[in-house]
């Protein structure tokens, strides 16, 4: 038992329960009982982290989040991330997470990791980032894939939070581990694969909304295709960079 991140897990269950989420959880029991492993984790909304973590808990095991510095440089959830031994990420010097990650899994840590790197803003996957990976290689572990679908409909880029009793349905599921194999590029591509399998299977079962701002174009929604949602960010990126390009300027 951790003295920080078991209340913490006891806390959010109660805020679930208040909120009326609707938890499926299935495959379990793929989370390995001990040793390191990389978990590979969808990308759709803010509070993805928060259920990615539960289904390590049948196993009574805890997962190190990769996740950005500015959330760690916040007053707020800095010293909560900290506690919990989460792993930050300084996008414009990554070595340092990384190597730091690495060594986690050497340790027998859980680390999630988010692949697509961003929040999908089509709910499609996203082009996989190969850090998952080379983690996984360079550790010598298993990557477990989960995917989790409805968790967009809590709070997402772009939309206001629903953080109330929403009765939100939201979908887990945990694949087999993947064993690392070389070269990177080909173990993400099977990731990508798999994980691509699920998110449907996961879909197939789930109930949409005709138009939602929160279901895929390819199921009926209204959110963006990948290729419109990929053209948003690409320009996001850009007017972010002019912007830091301003400053120094400055």
Do not use: C
């Not at 269950?13 to 499926?24: D, N, P, S």
């Not at 289904?55 to 909560?80: C, H, L, Q």
């Not at 064993?179 to 949409?208: C, I, K, N, V, W």
Request: glycine residues 8%; without cysteine; positive net charge.
């Amino acid at each position: 038992m951790e003295p920080v991140y078991y209340p913490v897990i006891g806390l959010a269950r109660t805020i679930f329960a208040l909120q009326g989420l609707k938890f499926t959880v299935k495959g379990d029991e793929n989370i390995p009982a001990t040793g390191g492993a990389v978990i590979a984790i969808n990308h759709t909304g803010y509070m993805d982290f928060t259920y990615a973590g539960l289904p390590a808990r049948t196993t009574g095991r805890y997962i190190r989040f990769m996740a950005k510095k500015e959330v760690f440089d916040s007053s707020v959830s800095g010293p909560i991330m900290r506690a919990l031994k989460h792993i930050p990420v300084d996008r414009a010097a990554g070595a340092d997470s990384y190597h730091e990650a690495v060594k986690r899994l050497r340790a027998g840590e859980l680390v999630g990791v988010y692949p697509e790197a961003t929040i999908s803003r089509s709910f499609e996957l996203k082009g996989f980032k190969s850090g998952a990976a080379r983690m996984a290689i360079e550790a010598g572990v298993p990557i477990i894939p989960i995917v989790i679908w409805g968790a967009q409909r809590v709070w997402t880029k772009g939309f206001p939070k629903r953080l109330g009793r929403t009765n939100t349905p939201i979908s887990i599921a945990v694949g087999k581990p993947i064993q690392p194999f070389e070269p990177a590029a080909a173990l993400t591509d099977q990731l990508h694969a798999t994980m691509s399998d699920m998110l449907l299977d996961l879909q197939q079962d789930y109930t949409h909304e005709p138009g939602a701002y929160w279901v895929p174009a390819r199921l009926g929604g209204s959110a963006p295709t990948l290729e419109e949602a990929n053209a948003m960010d690409a320009a996001e990126a850009a007017e972010k960079a002019a912007r830091r390009a301003e400053k120094k300027a400055e």
